[in-house]
């Protein structure tokens, strides 16, 4: 039996004409302005149907529908659109729509349709909750308001802006902001914008054709493409060269692009998470940025705070690393002294995570024991209780770019990624210290 109705049309007119007309038919009625908005209005009791219009800014008819589908929510839903279309009107029932109608709807075409559904379907399934799957180490309570962010952000489809100091965890954010969209099922594409050439940056987001320049021995895709329908994440999006930081901002704004050396327009669906550890809006305005691409980059802004100001994820992050690198070592480590614990709480960490997982990796390799304890720890110099001095953070900073050059062997492109840095930013830090 139907009684109660969500609408969900970002015409306030035509929402008005259906409310009234099926208010008069004695319906309970409930109005959403686009899908985002109708996901908000799903609470412990589901609606017994949703007229859902196919195209509305934000979120739309499809969007909203498939959304749905992963939450494992049956709602009988009426499908209503101005572009009448037999390709959507199958998608749309594919996902779960019981009829599909154009506008201007036939009131007694809809009322029948509504008998019908009555009589042979009924909601079913979990009522809707803001689940958030959030990469699997942090707690709510170190970054509780940036994960309500995340929840409102996830399902939509505007472009996210991740700042905050290297080593954060800006990727993890960018995964789990893809991996609770509509989009989850499509490609994640990860680009370190500072760990490619200003030659070759263009080719690798946009793709070029064969002979558009030496070495260009056939076609090839972009990231762009192979993002399409999914996510492409930009990191250290402040490293862009000018030239391309203009056909980015044409990819923003229409979502067209062009392959190095062609001519051919192509089209782009991929979703922009662009990420930087720079203040965008200062360099911006001092011209070494396009202001113009700030602003379409930044709708949603979410910043990171440094580890430090954190220091409640320090334990559910040393565990995931432990289980990482215990089973990489093949050693039976099963935790770590709270002694262990408590002295990481007290370091500043200006290398952030990333440097807390190298910690944790070292602590491994040295421990004779089934727990991490203090000796395996580095001697943190007095970096304790609060922001270690600027000298400390510059001991430790070098420790952690040799470290990095170790481990890749020398590499320094490889070197840079690992701590996050542009590739000239590490050429500067090497002759800073001496390297």
Known sequence: MIN???????EENHRLMLKLHLKD???EIEEAVNGADALTKLGDTLPDLILLDMKMDIMDGLTFLNHLSRKGIRIPVIMITAFSSVKTAVEAMKLGAEDYMTKPVDIDSLLENIERISGSVQAEGIPYTEDYEFGGVY???GLGSIIEQLKMVAPLDATVLILGESGTGKELIARSIHDNSPRKDGNFVAVNCAALSENLIESELFGHM???FTGASANKEGRFETADNGTIFLDEIGELPQ???AKLLRVLQERTFERVGGTKTLKTNARIIAATNKDLKTISQKGEFREDLYFRLSVF????PPLRERTQEIEPLVKFFIEKYSERFGKLIKGADKSY???LKGYSFPGNIRELENIVERSIILSKSEKLGTETLPDFKGSHKGVSSSLDMKSNERELIVKALEKTEGNKTRAAEILGISRRTLHSKLKEYDI
Request: hydrophobic letters at 35%; glycine letters at 8%; aromatic letters at 4%.
């Open 139 to 141: 707690s709510a309570d």
């Open 341 to 343: 614990i408590d002295k």
């Open 210 to 212: 064969k002979g558009s």
């Open 4 to 10: 109660r109705i969500l609408i969900v049309d970002d």
């Open 301 to 304: 802004p979410v910043e990171l």
């Open 243 to 245: 030239q391309v930081q």
């Open 25 to 27: 038919r004695g319906y």
